[in-house]
């Protein structure tokens, strides 16, 4: 990628000095050699200074059997820097709470990385190509928690259900 049209500022912050391309892309590889990608550097949530990884999060929460899609994101906290939120799609009739995905995540995932909120969606914002769209689901969210105390939001009043306007 030589660079964006008409962008040199957006241009040099992808480049390294000698050339390579920044993805964006995070990952690991493990002890045989293969390569596992965490997710992406924009979708890191950053909590009380320990960064998770959406997507670890996300294949933990879809083990749920009454999840049908998650997606997890970082709603902006005073204190915390970012909560994470988890947004749920249940598998049609399946009848799940918030304090239910919490319980889950606790069992399964170490307590830095359980949601501070969940979020029900009847389905997700989703681009042609068939991913979610991140930071429409994000403004979603940020809008109904501007409605909220700060108070209320500390307590996870978020967790109920609601509809993607789009």
Do not use: W
Not at 3 to 13: N, Q, V
Not at 83 to 98: H, M, N, R, S
Request: aromatic residues 6%; charged residues 25%.
């Amino acid at each position: 990628m030589r660079g964006y049209l008409r962008m040199p500022a957006e241009t040099a912050k992808v480049h390294t000095p000698d050339g390579f391309f920044l993805t964006g892309d995070l990952g690991i590889i493990d002890e045989d050699g293969t390569v596992r990608i965490l997710g992406r550097r924009q979708e890191t949530i950053s909590r009380g200074g320990i960064q998770l990884y959406p997507r670890e999060l996300e294949d933990r929460l879809r083990a749920h059997p009454a999840v049908d899609d998650v997606c997890v994101i970082g709603v902006p906290h005073d204190v915390m820097g970012e909560l994470v939120c988890a947004c749920i799609v249940a598998v049609e009739g399946a009848v799940i709470t918030g304090d239910e995905i919490k319980r889950f995540a606790r069992d399964t995932m170490a307590a830095d990385k359980v949601p501070d909120l969940v979020r029900f969606f009847d389905a997700f914002p989703m681009t042609g190509s068939g991913k979610i769209r991140r930071r429409e689901l994000a403004r979603a969210i940020a809008l109904s928690a501007n409605a909220l105390s700060a108070t209320a939001l500390h307590a996870n009043a978020l967790d109920h259900p609601v509809s993607y306007p789009g």
